[in-house]
C-alpha cells in the first residue's frame, strides 16, 4: 500500500511539472523619443521632476546624480537644429533643485543647488547647538555652486534658529570634511 500512494504521489508531482507550459511573451520595444528633450522654448531651459529610490538620495549628491542620470549628449544633439550656444537643465525634488548650465559641447560652464530642510552633518549640528545654547533649530538651507565642471567650489548652510521670542540665522561654510564653520550671525 505504501509503494501505491509513493507511485501515486511520484505520478502526480511529475505530471504536474511537466503540464507547467512555457508561456512566451511577445518582444518588449522600447525606442528613443527626442521630443522628451526638447527646450522649453519659453524659457530655453529643461525641466526635469527626479524621482528618488529613498528620500534624501538627489541631495546627497546632486551633481554625481545628474552626470549618472541625464545625457547631455542626446539631449544636445536633439536640439542641435535650433543653434544654442547653451543649455540649462533643471533638476527638481521636493526639497530642493539642481541647475546645470552646459555649453554647446556638454561641458558644465556652471550649477547651483539649493535645498531646504536639509538635514545638517552631524559634525556641523553640534557645532551650532554648542555655540548657540538654548536655540533650536527652525529651518535649513544648503547652498552649493561650481563655477566650472563637476567640482563644488563654495557650499554653505544657512540656519535659522529661535529661543522663544529671540532668532538668529547663521552661515556656515562647508568644508570638504563637512564639518564647517560659523561665518556670520545676524540677530
Excluded at 529643461?46 to 541625464?70: C, I, M, W
Aim: net charge positive; with cysteine; aromatic share 10%.
Amino acid at each position: 500500500m505504501k509503494k501505491l500512494i509513493l507511485s501515486l504521489l511520484c505520478f502526480t508531482i511529475v505530471g504536474m511539472v511537466y503540464s507547467q507550459g512555457i508561456i512566451k511573451l511577445d518582444e518588449l520595444r522600447m525606442d528613443f523619443n527626442p521630443k522628451s528633450l526638447e527646450i522649453d522654448e519659453t524659457s530655453n531651459s529643461l525641466t526635469f521632476q527626479v524621482s528618488e529610490d529613498y528620500v534624501g538620495q538627489f541631495h546627497a549628491n546632486p551633481l554625481k546624480y545628474a552626470r549618472e542620470n541625464f545625457s547631455i549628449e542626446d539631449f544636445i544633439e536633439a536640439n542641435q537644429d535650433k543653434g544654442y550656444d547653451k543649455y540649462t537643465v533643471s533638476f527638481i525634488t521636493n526639497k530642493g533643485k539642481l541647475k546645470v548650465n552646459y555649453n554647446r559641447n556638454g561641458e558644465v560652464i556652471s550649477s547651483n543647488q539649493r535645498f531646504v530642510d536639509v538635514n545638517l552633518p552631524n559634525r556641523t549640528l553640534v557645532k551650532i547647538l554648542r555655540a548657540n545654547e538654548g536655540y533650536s533649530i527652525v529651518g535649513t538651507k544648503h547652498l552649493a555652486f561650481t563655477k566650472s565642471g563637476w567640482t563644488i567650489d563654495k557650499e554653505y548652510y544657512k540656519v535659522k534658529l529661535e529661543n522663544g521670542k529671540n532668532k538668529k540665522n547663521v552661515k556656515m561654510n562647508v568644508t570638504r570634511d563637512a564639518t564647517g564653520y560659523a561665518v556670520a550671525t545676524l540677530e
